[in-house]
């Protein structure tokens, strides 16, 4: 569904991003791990078009996407929760959720979708007149997930979803996460919490100051020492 090749991107002088290739096939969860400024969030942002590479090859659905302005990427399938939710604070949740379908003109689609995303998160339909930046940082991270389901997305690009979240609710999110993959949706995930992270997903990369260090079966590289030292505790 989603291949990188040879991705570079830079933030002016700075290399944040090095050579990178990676694959997301249909109906995955994949996800990067590695420390802070290791350029996880970087990745995410160049394949959602907010960041354009100097070099390299992204391809959704066999079709190039690098340097695609990025309201096209969402129309093409793609849609992103950014680092530390980012929704309109001073906006209801209803009208976050109108926001992220602002691309669709299917109204009965559109119906279906909110439906869905209320029973995901039931919360939200509670209090779907309320000011969104009076929400809990739990239920924030629920509304941008939500706002960015109602694109009906075909991949969904989550980044540090647990952020700032007590553990009960990060057990919370990250089920629900499983869930909207069992429903269909490719989820390529940027995690700290590398224990959750490897705990859903299929396949992992690792990255360290820019490139990929290790990659395969995210059940292996949990078990290898390798990486519970650096990241698990271990």
């Not at 995410?44 to 354009?52: E, F, K, Q, V």
């Not at 096209?72 to 939710?85: F, H, K, L």
């Not at 540090?160 to 609710?169: D, I, T």
């Not at 996460?177 to 690792?206: F, H, W």
Request: glycine letters at 10%.
């Amino acid at each position: 569904m989603l291949e990188l090749k040879g991705v570079n991107v830079y933030y002016g002088a700075i290399h944040a991003v090095k050579d990178i290739s990676l694959t997301v096939n249909q109906g995955e969860i994949v996800t990067l791990i590695g420390a802070n400024g290791a350029g996880k969030s970087t990745t995410l942002r160049t394949i959602s078009g907010l960041l354009r590479p100097k070099s390299g090859s992204i391809s959704f659905e066999g079709k190039e996407i690098a340097g695609v302005k990025a309201h096209e990427i969402v129309r093409q399938g793609i849609s992103q929760v950014p680092e530390g939710r980012r929704i309109f604070a001073e906006m209801t949740v209803m009208e976050n959720l109108d926001m992220g379908a602002f691309t669709r003109k299917d109204k009965d689609g559109i119906r279906a979708d909110l439906k869905r995303v209320f029973e995901l998160f039931p919360r939200l339909e509670e209090r779907k007149s309320q000011v969104a930046g009076t929400l809990s940082g739990g239920e924030q991270q629920m509304l941008a997930m939500g706002r960015a389901l109602m694109s009906r997305p075909k991949l969904l690009l989550l980044d540090e979803p647990s952020m700032g979240l007590a553990p009960l609710l990060i057990r919370e999110i990250f089920h629900i996460i499983e869930d909207i993959n069992r429903a269909g949706t490719t989820v390529l995930l940027v995690e700290q919490n590398a224990n959750m992270a490897l705990s859903i997903a299929s396949r992992a990369y690792v990255l360290e100051t820019g490139r990929i260090t290790l990659s395969g079966d995210a059940a292996k590289l949990a078990a290898s020492e390798e990486v519970r030292k650096a990241y698990l505790g271990g």
